[in-house]
């Protein structure tokens, strides 16, 4: 697929992952749609750096666990650019839940925000993709939803959820619409993990190291560029930590 002048949709793009994302595919020519939910300051920064390499860019705040606002995200996409050509989704959350202190509302929170937004993004995708016969979904997932780990049930099962769902959709959505899947390692902990609790995982990784998201960017444009022939398969870019 060249990507050079389509539009693209990168979910939870104002920050991490999701911004280094954007920015390489606005690197390559690609019109970029920034979501946000809270990060609307971190969003217009990113919006700022995509636009000095000459793509247009549309900015929206979206709550993806509520029907209405990711209709309405999706109509505005429309309004813009009158098309969508790739949806990565990558927006997620993930809270510390130990299983036994764990609340129904916390296991919906993570739930919704993980999978169920990712159900809901691809199938207004899935819409607009088909009458155009093309297009490519990528959704983000993680090595923890094969291999689960204390204390992240709900983060687990939802991680879990989305590989069953790109097998899913790409069946769906075949032949025309490509969907993949990248399941991460560590590549960027979370700001509240200690020197110590890094080190400790970093020593678990056989290559002994923490990724970075420049690995998820070369995965995504290799689904993306690479090859049109991969669909419904789950990539793991964790540094062989699955196999440890």
Same mark, same amino acid.
């Given at each position: 697929?060249?990507?050079?002048?389509?539009?693209?949709?990168?979910?939870?793009?104002? +920050?991490?992952?999701?911004?280094? #994302?954007?920015?390489?595919?606005?690197?390559?020519?690609?019109?970029?749609?920034?979501?946000?939910?809270?990060?609307? $300051?971190?969003?217009?920064?990113?919006?700022?750096?995509?636009?000095?390499?000459?793509?247009?860019?549309?900015? #929206?705040?979206?709550?993806?666990?509520? *029907?209405? !606002?990711?209709?309405?995200?999706?109509?505005?996409?429309?309004?813009?650019?009158?098309?969508?050509?790739?949806?990565? @989704? @990558? %927006?997620?959350? =993930?809270?510390?839940?130990?299983?036994?202190?764990?609340?129904?509302?916390? /296991?919906?929170? #993570?739930? !919704?925000?993980?999978?169920?937004?990712?159900?809901?993004?691809?199938?207004?995708?899935?819409?607009?993709?088909?009458?155009?016969?093309?297009? $490519?979904?990528?959704?983000? %997932? !993680? /090595? %923890?939803?094969?291999? &689960?780990?204390? !204390?992240?049930? &709900?983060?687990?099962?939802? $991680?879990?959820?989305?590989?069953?769902?790109?097998?899913?959709?790409?069946?769906?959505?075949?032949? @025309?619409? +490509?969907?993949?899947?990248?399941?991460?390692?560590?590549?960027?902990?979370?700001?509240?993990?200690?020197?110590?609790?890094?080190?400790?995982?970093?020593?678990?990784? &056989?290559?002994?190291?923490? *990724?970075?998201?420049?690995?998820?960017? +070369?995965?995504?444009?290799?689904?993306?560029?690479?090859?049109? =022939?991969?669909?419904?398969?789950?990539?793991?870019?964790?540094?062989?930590?699955?196999?440890?």
């Amino acid at each position: 697929m060249k990507i050079q002048g389509s539009v693209a949709l990168v979910t939870g793009s104002a +920050q991490r992952i999701g911004r280094a #994302v954007a920015l390489a595919l606005a690197k390559r020519g690609v019109h970029l749609v920034i979501h946000y939910n809270r990060s609307a $300051k971190e969003a217009r920064e990113t919006a700022d750096r995509c636009q000095r390499y000459g793509v247009r860019v549309l900015s #929206v705040r979206a709550d993806l666990t509520k *029907g209405r !606002d990711v209709s309405r995200l999706f109509r505005e996409i429309l309004r813009s650019f009158r098309r969508l050509d790739i949806l990565v @989704n @990558n %927006a997620a959350i =993930f809270p510390k839940t130990p299983f036994l202190k764990c609340k129904e509302s916390e /296991w919906d929170r #993570v739930l !919704d925000t993980n999978l169920k937004a990712v159900f809901l993004c691809a199938q207004e995708a899935g819409r607009i993709m088909r009458k155009r016969g093309r297009g $490519k979904i990528i959704n983000l %997932a !993680d /090595w %923890a939803g094969i291999r &689960p780990y204390p !204390d992240y049930l &709900p983060y687990c099962v939802s $991680k879990g959820g989305v590989m069953t769902l790109t097998k899913a959709l790409a069946l769906e959505l075949a032949p @025309n619409i +490509q969907v993949a899947c990248i399941a991460p390692g560590p590549i960027l902990l979370p700001p509240r993990y200690t020197q110590k609790e890094a080190k400790k995982i970093k020593g678990k990784v &056989p290559l002994k190291r923490i *990724g970075s998201p420049e690995d998820i960017v +070369q995965t995504v444009v290799f689904l993306l560029e690479g090859t049109d =022939f991969i669909t419904g398969s789950t990539v793991f870019v964790d540094g062989g930590e699955l196999i440890a």
